[in-house]
């Protein structure tokens, strides 16, 4: 799957949500079936504000990712399987490993798309639109929270605390600013701590895109040869 220079917004949402897995359900609960949440407003909310630092202060991010895309044309779910990769400042890549190889790289910006059909790559300065979709997903992950405002009305929920004794949250995010607002209802992150259990993505026309998170680690150092590895695309030197 390759976008054109000529894309249009729908395909950078697409791209976008297959390539960071966006969605999750909530700790494999049915939608609608949660128990009754404290929701606190981002403008006021110091937890808020402690969660988005802790994301800010990561050294680095990689996690095994399943992704479900939930399409109402479509009776079984296509699934992405892969790793998923973040290392400050900004560069972000997700290497799809079943049912076929593909990679998404974010870096230096472009995005950079590579799978058995070929490659391509998308300048960011040249396209606004991608640009700011790239731009929404990434400084999640950076904890931005100055950019994330502009971008979003943020809500953040205290779950109740599982069998497990782990109290977890969910920060809910709406797209305030066009085309966000055109393609995306809202996004949905689940988690412990610093750590994302899932990540939700509802589309406006009721698509969705669910991944679920494993083997996170927040704590991540790439060293140098591990950056050269892992931040390009297949056959690259």
Same mark, same amino acid.
Request: with cysteine; hydrophobic share 45%.
């Given at each position: +799957?390759?976008?054109?220079?000529?894309?249009? /917004?729908?395909?950078?949402?697409?791209?976008?949500?297959?390539?960071?897995?966006?969605?999750?359900?909530?700790?494999?609960? #049915?939608?609608?079936?949660?128990? %009754?949440?404290?929701?606190?407003?981002?403008?006021?909310? #110091?937890?808020?504000?402690?969660?988005?630092?802790?994301?800010? *202060? +990561?050294?680095?991010?990689?996690?095994?990712?399943?992704? =479900?895309?939930?399409?109402?044309?479509?009776?079984? /779910?296509?699934?992405?399987?892969?790793?998923? @990769?973040?290392?400050? !400042?900004?560069?972000?890549?997700? $290497?799809?490993?079943?049912?076929? #190889?593909?990679?998404?790289?974010?870096? &230096?910006?472009?995005?950079?798309? *590579?799978?058995?059909?070929?490659?391509?790559?998308?300048?960011?300065?040249?396209? /606004?639109?991608?640009?700011?979709?790239?731009?929404?997903?990434? !400084?999640?992950?950076?904890?931005?929270?100055?950019?994330?405002?502009?971008? @979003?009305? +943020?809500?953040?929920? *205290?779950? #109740?605390?599982?069998?497990?004794?782990?109290?977890?949250?969910?920060?809910?995010?709406? %797209?305030?600013?066009?085309?966000?607002?055109?393609?995306?209802?809202?996004?949905?992150?689940?988690? $412990? =701590?610093?750590?994302? &259990?899932? +990540?939700?993505?509802?589309?406006?026309?009721?698509?969705?895109?669910?991944?679920?998170?494993?083997?996170?680690?927040?704590?991540?150092?790439?060293?140098?040869?591990?950056?050269? *590895?892992?931040?390009?695309? /297949?056959?690259?030197?």
């Amino acid at each position: +799957m390759t976008c054109s220079s000529a894309f249009s /917004p729908k395909c950078c949402a697409w791209l976008l949500v297959a390539m960071i897995g966006l969605p999750g359900v909530l700790a494999g609960a #049915p939608a609608g079936a949660q128990a %009754p949440v404290t929701v606190v407003a981002a403008s006021s909310t #110091p937890e808020l504000e402690q969660l988005l630092a802790r994301f800010a *202060a +990561m050294s680095g991010l990689s996690a095994k990712f399943r992704e =479900e895309k939930r399409m109402a044309l479509l009776a079984a /779910p296509l699934v992405n399987e892969g790793m998923l @990769y973040f290392a400050p !400042k900004g560069r972000l890549v997700r $290497h799809i490993t079943a049912p076929a #190889p593909a990679t998404v790289l974010i870096d &230096e910006g472009s995005l950079r798309f *590579a799978d058995a059909g070929g490659s391509e790559t998308l300048s960011l300065t040249q396209n /606004p639109v991608l640009r700011l979709f790239v731009d929404s997903f990434v !400084k999640i992950f950076a904890g931005d929270r100055a950019a994330l405002e502009r971008m @979003y009305t +943020m809500e953040l929920q *205290a779950l #109740p605390v599982g069998a497990d004794g782990v109290a977890r949250w969910s920060l809910r995010l709406r %797209p305030r600013v066009a085309p966000m607002t055109q393609i995306i209802e809202r996004l949905e992150l689940v988690g $412990h =701590e610093v750590a994302l &259990e899932s +990540m939700r993505v509802v589309e406006v026309g009721g698509d969705e895109t669910i991944t679920t998170f494993s083997e996170v680690d927040t704590g991540r150092r790439f060293t140098a040869e591990e950056l050269t *590895a892992l931040f390009r695309l /297949p056959g690259q030197r």
